[in-house]
């Protein structure tokens, strides 16, 4: 998806949708392979599931109101905090420094309520900037 919007110039919303489309296929693939094999947990996939399709669904409304621009920021965010959490994990996996791998824990987590935060709080500000009554100067 980052490809799509930071190097081909597709619009974001285009590019969230064409990523959704293509993650159904992939992860539903993945899916059915896994499930063969006999390692899918019906009590912990159906509560994922539910949270996944009720966050897709906020999500995808969410970002429909916030600016396309905002919107680009907030990925980056989460792709250099992603990064860095990674790369934390990797210096724990090379050093064995446990604690690294909390950090790295707590790094993408943080990133993730950051940046879904700063989507809805966006995405709120926007509904209020819509529902105010505007005013007619000329009207006074």
């Known amino acids: 998806m980052p490809a ?7 619009p974001v919303p285009v ?7 293509e993650i159904v296929f992939s992860g539903g693939i993945g899916s059915f392979l896994y499930a063969q094999s006999g390692a899918v947990d019906l009590s912990i996939v159906v509560p994922l599931l539910a949270g996944s399709a009720l966050g897709a669904r906020l999500g995808a409304a969410a970002t429909s109101l916030v600016e396309e621009e905002d919107i680009k920021v907030y990925f980056g965010v989460m792709l250099l905090l992603g990064a860095v ?3 934390i994990r ?15 824990l707590a790094i993408i987590l943080g990133a993730a309520l ?9 995405a709120v500000r926007e509904l ?4 105010r009554p505007t005013t007619n100067a000329a009207a006074d």
């Open 114 to 122: 950051l940046v879904s935060g700063a989507v809805s709080y966006s």
């Open 90 to 104: 990797e210096i724990d996996n090379a050093i064995e420094m446990l604690v690294l791998d909390t950090v790295s």
């Open 85 to 87: 959490a990674v790369a």
């Open 15 to 21: 590019a969230v949708r064409t990523d959704l489309f």
């Open 128 to 131: 209020r900037d819509e529902a």
């Open 4 to 10: 799509l919007f930071y190097l081909i110039g597709v």
